[in-house]
């Protein structure tokens, strides 16, 4: 059942002049896989997701989402994706229910669809008494939890997640992973792209890019006992110290 | 001291760097004297112009000659009837038709009083007005002479605006009102926007854990400011005197020195938007809506305040603008000394002394709300 | 001796409708390295400026270096170095520019002072004539620390330094620091992130507006004396849903691969446990019994704060 490869790059290159931001990079993730995805600043991260995400398209190299070829179906990847960074989620002067309405709306769920999922999703997050509430009054815990669950309510086959728990209480992201292994257990895959070593460690497998290229990919248990390390901050150190460039 | 040149120095860096506000501060008053200049000239050339004559003699055969050789004016066509105007101005063969009545030299001669019409096509009611002005202009001084030749104290008031401008040069006009927006815009708006850039990107809170005063703060961002404002205005006035060829009449050092007072009450009321915004969006907004449209409209430069209802007329006297703008008429195109201005000044001091105390009294020490 | 000294501080917003920090009470002393550490939201930032003069609190009173933050505040302008959370330095200013104007603004210039910055400034120095906007994250809060010192300030007050910047730069972030403190400045430093807090002397918790405990990290973990299992299976989120709804437990959340429990009868149940996940039907269940964190401290520390309410 989890065999089906949702993400799926070879050799995947992209320069800027003579600057190759992303060098020859393969991976592959599968259905419901929980990856992270991690790098120093400056180690091609964000290239990267931006070409996954269909907003850049690569120099060379394969590289497919959901089935979709990121050269010629961006529209196609751009409707089974979900996206939620931790600086741009929700609108703060719009109130919870509208938030979910407008963003179902821009993924293009029908409107009678859409009524019916919004309110399942206002009852399955207990915000009743708050749907009609302005976001920017509620804890950042539940912006969150908010605007992942706005990011998959259309169903997509991909959720790409931008240091999706910083800053928040021990509580709620754990709260808040609950969520995240809830979508991979629905099939959903979740990218993940952070600089908190210990929400690398929530992930199935995780790649750390250095210098535009994977310096090493697996499960976090067993990077850390290749590296020899405690934990993922350790095996971190070990690779990024050897960076070249920085941003 | 050493902090006031070191902040100086920062925020000429900021200048320098940041292109959009080199283009605003070199480019706008560039732009807006060439604009004013030649392209949104209100000045008439070679109008066309119809002529019915009644009358046909001597005086009204000289005087369309007259007109026909100003500058401002072509005579197109004669016409036999009044039936006739209304097709001229249809086909847009005249802006204007100057009809003489029967025995017009006779009247002129005889009774010392003779009629004349003058019917503008006015569509286009800044032209019509202009055209009419400026025929009336020459057949005034037509009058003129022949009134000297025989003689006789006749005198006729056709129109006080051309006193001061006798060669009807709309640069006379836009000149001082360039000046004021230009100062309004760049004074206001860019030293509110500068502040405000500060609080934005947190710089402010550094500033203000250090033993630099908020006085310090205000005054080492103004003072760049007015240096750079003063730039403006000479080079406004070089623009002016030697590509638009409107000679100062009055006093250079009173007009520099009256333009400074100016800018430190622009700069004020730039200080005062400052302290009680946080976003430079609010900002700019405030300084345009708030500042520019109201000097526009209340300057007298656009609009004739005489013209406007009295509460509006009352209104415009609490727009700095007004006053300033009023002063550099004054000592540029009247040629006035300090003491007809001396009011004016008065007026914009007293401004500037309540802007500036309101702004130092609000300045916050600290980030509470 | 005390370098901050802060009583019964209490400081709501906007008039009294939302409170930010809830009867606070902290010592820090000279030379210390202290951690305030919390999630977002939980007042750090608010008590950072008011110790800077920047707020005034509703009730209680604070020094720094013996000053009262209200009746000294020229005073306390005069010998804080003070790090905003967020990037707060002329972006379209070198870093050479930015360090000269920081210190004429100080009242002192770089070459005076050039010890105490000098090996933080040796890193950055390469890029001396590029303007600060163009900087990484780790050399901008490299800029932005050099910049906070360079008056020699007794206390330096760094709210969350570390946001953003990735693990290397964050690690020579903490190394910089060490060494000052060699210098004899007293640091207040705040972080969301918990993992930081080893990196400290000592440390608050800090948590809606209320301090959870202060203390060394090593006495804050060991004042846990809850018994934890870490649970590890295959099936990570359906272990966790049977774990939550074993009648014996009291809580479970995930830790990374592994899922930290306590039980509400204590250690002497674990068999039945693993007799239920069995039951369950659940493959590659281990569990043992581990240490808590500084992580599963605060949890426990949350929910009790929150049980007293």
Known sequence: ?247 | MKVFFAFVKKEFWHVIRDKRSLIILIGLPIVMMLLFGFALTSEVKNSNIAILDFSKDQATKTLVERIDQSQYFTVNKYLDSENEMEGVFRKGQARLVLIFPQNFENDLSKDKKTQLRLVADASDPNTANITINYASAIIRDYQNELNENKKLPYTIEMETRMLYNPQLKSSYNFVPGVMTLIMMLLGAMMTSVSIVKEKEMGTMEILLVSPMKPIMVLVSKAVPYMVLCFLDIILILLMAVYILEMPIQGSLVLLLAESLLFIITTLSLGLLISVNVNSQQVAMFISLVALLMPSLIFSGFMFPIENMPLPLQVMSNLIPTKWYYSIVKAIMVKGLSFEFVLKQTLILAGMTVFFLTIAIKKFKINLEA | MSSISIKNITKTYEKGKVLALDNISLEVKSGELFGLIGPDGAGKTTLFRILTTLLVADQGQATVAGLDVVKNLWDIRKIVGYMPGKFSLYQDLSIEENLNFFATVFNTSVEENFHLIEDIYVQIEPFKKRLAGKLSGGMKQKLALCCALIHQPKVLFLDEPTTGVDPVSRKEFWDMLDRLKTRAITILVSTPYMDQASRCDRIALIQKGKILDIDTLQNIISKNTQLLLAVKGEQRFRLLNDIRAYEDTLTCFAFGEENHVVLKSGREKVDFLSKYLAEKKHKGVEIKPIEPNIEDTFIKLMLESENTQ
């Open chain 1, 1 to 247: 059942m989890m065999s089906e490869i949702v993400i799926h790059t070879e050799n995947l290159t992209r320069k800027f002049g003579d600057f190759v931001a992303v060098n020859t990079i393969s991976f592959d993730v599968k259905a419901g896989e929980i990856f992270g995805f991690l790098g120093a600043n400056g180690a091609g991260k964000t290239t990267a997701m931006k070409i996954l995400c269909g907003l850049l398209s690569p120099t060379s190299g394969v590289a497919s989402v959901a089935g979709f070829d990121v050269y010629k179906e961006n529209e196609q990847i751009k409707e089974n994706i979900g996206y939620m960074s931790q600086k741009f989620s929700l609108y703060e002067n719009l109130t919870v229910r509208e938030n979910i309405r407008f963003f179902g709306g821009i993924y293009g769920i029908d409107r009678k669809s859409l009524k019916v999922k919004s309110e399942e999703l206002i009852q399955r997050l207990g915000l009743g008494l708050e749907a009609d509430k302005l976001v920017g009054s509620l804890p950042l815990g539940w912006k969150q939890k908010i605007s992942f669950s706005v990011a998959i309510l259309h169903n997509p086959k991909v959720v790409f997640l931008d240091e999706p728990t910083g800053g928040v209480d021990p509580i709620t992201r754990r709260q808040f992973w609950d969520m995240i292994y809830e979508a991979s257990a629905k099939g959903i895959t979740v990218f993940v792209t952070t600089h908190y070593m210990d929400e690398a460690e929530y992930c199935d497998r995780v790649s750390i890019m250095v210098d535009g290229a994977i310096a090493a990919m697996g499960k976090p248990s067993e990077l850390k006992k290749q590296f020899a390390v405690e934990n993922m901050d350790g095996v971190f150190l070990q690779l990024a110290r050897g960076a070249k460039r920085s941003e």
